[in-house]
């Protein structure tokens, strides 16, 4: 079964750039993976598949500032010019064996 | 544009059976599948299980025992059941909407989140 790991915090300030890691445990490099954001006191919301060729399908409504990309077993989610609200929490997730996985989430502060 | 509505107890006492529902609107049931997800205050996210059309059901191993899921079309609803409840149940539940497909492996991920309902197991 495919383990997906996140720091567990990450920070950046305000209008930079920041990229949030997801690693895949070894044998499982030909999953997709989706990244969803939780922000404080609000549902979470689908930002976007990653497929294994690196190509991706975004959610409706996710703008341009967010993109996703991989080398190897990292899958990394790229935030740029971050705004204030682009403070949450970011969780990969993956199917596997019949059942959804998650990683653990990074919290994101946008100093 | 499909919107995603939970709705539960609130209170549930230990030992009883959580009873959630899940109202979609803009949209319909048929040709998704419908996850049930949670998160405890302070942890990560745990998905619980799924449904499609009512004949293709799957479940985590850690809620295989003790959760149901079940849909009514006509009403666009769909269920969870948790029975056996403990604190360790406390958590926000979400329903989430799942998009499948095939890209060189199999994929499922939820694109479309409710706002989730607390539930707080205590007595």
């Known amino acids: 079964q495919v383990v997906l790991t996140q720091s567990p915090s990450a920070s950046a300030s305000l209008g930079a750039s920041v990229k949030l890691t997801c690693t895949l445990s070894?044998?499982?490099?030909?999953?997709?993976i989706a990244w969803h954001q939780k922000q404080s006191q609000k549902g979470p919301r689908f930002l976007m598949r990653?497929?294994?060729?690196?190509?991706?399908h975004k959610g409706d409504g996710i703008p341009d500032r967010f993109s996703g990309s991989l080398s190897g077993s990292d899958h990394y989610l790229v935030i740029s010019s971050l705004q204030s609200e682009d403070e949450a929490d970011y969780f990969c997730?993956?199917?596997?064996?019949?059942?959804?996985?998650f990683g653990g989430g990074t919290k994101l502060t946008v100093l | 544009q499909v919107q995603v509505q939970e709705s539960g107890p609130g209170l549930v006492r230990p030992s009883e059976t959580l009873s959630l529902t899940c109202s979609v609107s803009?949209?319909?049931?048929?040709?998704?599948?419908w996850s049930w997800i949670r998160q405890p205050a302070g942890s990560g996210l745990e998905w619980i299980g799924r449904?499609?059309?009512?004949?293709?059901?799957h479940f985590s191993p850690s809620f295989k025992s003790r959760a149901t899921v079940s849909m009514d079309t006509s009403k666009n609803h769909v269920f969870l059941t948790l029975t056996s409840v403990t604190a360790a149940d406390t958590a926000v539940y979400y329903c989430?909407?799942?998009?499948?497909?095939?890209?060189?492996?199999?994929?499922?991920?939820?694109?479309?989140w409710g706002t989730g309902t607390t539930v707080t197991v205590s007595s």
């Open positions: 449904i499609y059309n009512s004949g293709n059901i």
């Open positions: 990653v497929n294994r060729d690196g190509s991706s």
């Open positions: 989430a909407r799942g998009q499948e497909g095939v890209f060189g492996y199999y994929y499922y991920h939820m694109d479309i």
């Open positions: 803009g949209g319909f049931l048929g040709g998704h599948y």
């Open positions: 070894s044998g499982h490099l030909n999953f997709a």
């Open positions: 997730q993956a199917w596997d064996e019949g059942f959804v996985i």
